[in-house]
Nanobody, 126 residues
Framework: VQLQASGGGLVQAGGSLRLSCVAS????????MGWFRQAPGKGREFVAT????????DHADSVKGRFAISRDNDKNTIYLQMSSLQPEDTAAYYC????????????????????WGQGTQVTVSS
């Protein structure tokens, strides 16, 4: 699976962005997908995950109610709708795939993901 993330940019606090991640390859439909982020000088942080079915999702407490993950299996794409952005959301955002997942499986553990995109930068100004 190859992953291409896009949609990052510079936005003022309180603004919104939608990130996209397009996957190539035949395993997308059987993959749990996730979004992670990494701010300068910090470790990689879980943001959101979605099951291969799209039915089950999980969001980090820090983004719950502001961010929403979704997927379109016909387009081999996942999304991260981000609203009410704050300066602390500034980071490089990475999409990731965990292939061979059962239907409603989600995961917060970055070590479970075998495929990673290149990252897209989100910068929130105050």
């Amino acid at each position: 699976v190859q992953l291409q993330a896009s949609g990052g940019g510079l936005v003022q606090a309180g603004g919104s962005l939608r990130l996209s991640c397009v996957a190539s390859g035949r395993t997308f439909r059987t993959s749990t997908m996730g979004w992670f982020r990494q701010a300068p000088g910090k470790g990689r942080e879980f943001v959101a995950t979605i099951s291969r079915s799209g039915v089950a999702t999980d969001h980090a407490d820090s983004v719950k109610g502001r961010f929403a993950i979704s997927r379109d299996n016909d387009k081999n794409t996942i999304y991260l709708q981000m609203s009410s952005l704050q300066p602390e959301d500034t980071a490089a955002y990475y999409c990731a795939a965990r292939s061979g997942a059962i239907v409603h499986y989600t995961s917060r553990d970055s070590h479970e993901y075998g495929y990673w995109g290149q990252g897209t930068q989100v910068t929130v100004s105050s």
